[in-house]
């Protein structure tokens, strides 16, 4: 297991101080009430039952890859209408203060519940929409491409552009395009 507070230390100079600070959005949502560790806690492991609508989700990569390859090539497997996928693909629209969060103070842009590509998260294509997980984890739908990813960790690594991801999407990205 990654040892927490090395993720603590990999922080952005821009989040170390929103850390720091017990009254800011992300002390609030990523290190309090209860907090991101209670899943490390061994006599806490009810933590994996409980329903979280923005997080929490148990899966393999491979079932994350073909849920999300389904996804990027129409989503008819899963009854999807093609103005739906119209929508998830649209340009993102800023909410009434911007794209930046409060949170992670960067640029972070949703359409519909997922992430799309943005500066501070680069991903697939400028129609992809996907969603990051916690210590690395990661998957998303490029359209243009027609493919599905699916990135999952057997071990916490960082929550942004975990070095593994990185990797692994870069080749995925490099073989689709010489294909």
């Keep these: 297991m990654r040892n927490p507070f090395l993720n603590i230390a990999e922080l952005s100079p821009r989040l170390f101080p929103a850390f720091l600070n017990k009254r800011s959005v992300f002390y609030r949502s990523l290190v309090a009430n209860p907090g991101t560790l209670v899943a490390l806690d061994p006599d806490t492991i009810y933590a994996r039952d409980l329903e979280a609508p923005s997080g929490g989700g148990v899966g393999t990569a491979r079932a994350l890859a073909h849920t999300y390859g389904v996804l990027a090539t129409g989503g008819a497997e899963l009854g999807m209408r093609p103005d739906t996928l119209h929508e998830l693909t649209a340009p993102p629209v800023p909410p009434r203060h911007g794209f930046h969060d409060a949170c992670v103070l960067g640029?972070?842009?949703?359409?519909?519940?997922?992430?799309?590509?943005?500066?501070?998260?680069?991903?697939?294509?400028?129609?992809?929409?996907?969603?990051?997980?916690?210590?690395?984890?990661?998957?998303?739908?490029?359209?243009?491409?027609?493919?599905?990813?699916?990135?999952?960790?057997?071990?916490?690594?960082?929550?942004?552009?975990?070095?593994?991801?990185?990797?692994?999407?870069?080749?995925?990205?490099?073989?689709?395009?010489?294909?």
């Design 107 to 179: 640029d972070i842009r949703f359409s519909l519940g997922f992430m799309r590509p943005s500066p501070d998260w680069s991903f697939g294509g400028p129609r992809s929409f996907g969603a990051p997980g916690a210590g690395g984890s990661f998957g998303y739908a490029d359209p243009d491409a027609g493919i599905g990813y699916g990135y999952v960790c057997n071990r916490m690594g960082k929550s942004r552009n975990d070095p593994r991801d990185v990797a692994l999407r870069a080749a995925m990205t490099s073989a689709a395009t010489s294909a």
